[in-house]
């Protein structure tokens, strides 16, 4: 019998924290969340760079097989517990096969494209002391850019598989996978960016998006390690000022930190 997974999920409430927590809960596997607080700079802890040397979550510690194994990087871990826990392949395919190599193109894809792109569109609509209109422009049109990608993406899965109207497209095969959990993690939190993923240019994104936020394990991922109130947060300009400040404060207080690092 296969042992029980044994796994240390070290992370935040934030996109990158989620896509793994979402993955950890479809897989159905036991783990320990435990919660990194980023204003409190924890993830830059010499314990937790021994875990992650990049000091970001989110960061693995799978103790299953006896020896601690640590995995950092959003979609390694994903792609991780896909080849360790996914033997049915729910959400996941064949290693080697075509939709594997496609679903790594998909969560690369987010990891070095919307991930980075939207989260440089937070910083300079949200936290920058500055406004920098040319700044904001630049982000948020690429992060409308990859929208369109992924827009377009889900419109020619739709044509592939001839899918009625009431049924979702997903980005590889004719089913949901890691590469769908990696990139809705992102989209759920757009409109932080002040890019609307569910507006009317992306109409496939917005079926997606809500055919995925609907899964019971999509709903218990958003809420690790703490409840999911961004929405709440982001219909309200109080709220999403009092947000954006509070993030703004650790984010500078950390940039002035590694300022004074490394130099001569
Ligand atoms: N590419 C990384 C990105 C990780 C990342 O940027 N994490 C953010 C939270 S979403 C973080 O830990 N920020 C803390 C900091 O900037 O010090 C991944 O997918 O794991």
């Known amino acids: 019998m296969a042992p029980t997974p044994d796994i ?24 320990n969340a435990q919660k990194i607080d980023l204003s409190k700079n924890q993830q830059k802890e010499e314990w937790f760079l021994k875990v992650n040397p990049n000091g970001r979550i989110p960061a693995i510690v799978d103790k299953t097989s006896g ?17 360790k826990y996914d033997k049915e392949h729910k959400i996941s395919f064949e290693y080697d096969s075509d939709e594997y190599w496609e679903m790594v193109e998909w969560m690369v894809w987010m990891q070095s494209g919307l991930g980075p792109m939207q989260g440089q569109a937070n910083h300079f609509y949200r936290y920058a002391p500055e406004k920098i209109p040319y700044a904001i422009n630049r982000y948020q049109t690429e992060t409308r850019r990859l929208y369109s990608v992924l827009n377009d993406r889900l419109a020619s899965q739709r044509a592939a598989f001839a899918l009625p109207a009431s049924q979702p497209a997903f980005l590889v095969a004719n089913k949901y996978s890691a590469a769908d ?51 709440e947060i982001m219909r309200s300009k109080e709220k999403s000022e009092e947000y954006a400040k509070h993030s703004s404060g650790w984010i500078m207080k950390g940039m002035k930190e590694e300022e004074g690092k490394g130099k001569m």
Not at 11 to 19: A, D, I, L, M, Q
């Open 8 to 31: 240390d999920l070290l992370t935040s409430g934030t996109p990158n924290g989620h896509k793994v927590s979402i993955t950890l809960e479809e897989l159905g596997l036991k783990y």
């Open 181 to 231: 959990i990696c990139v809705f993690s992102w989209a759920n939190w757009g409109e932080w960016a002040g890019v609307d993923p569910r507006e009317a240019a992306f109409p496939e994104v917005k079926v997606w998006l809500e055919a995925i936020e609907k899964r019971a394990a999509v709903e218990k991922g958003t809420n690790v390690p703490d409840e999911f109130k961004m929405k």
């Open 67 to 83: 020896k601690p194994k640590r995995v950092f990087e959003g979609a390694s871990i994903q792609l991780y517990l896909c080849e």
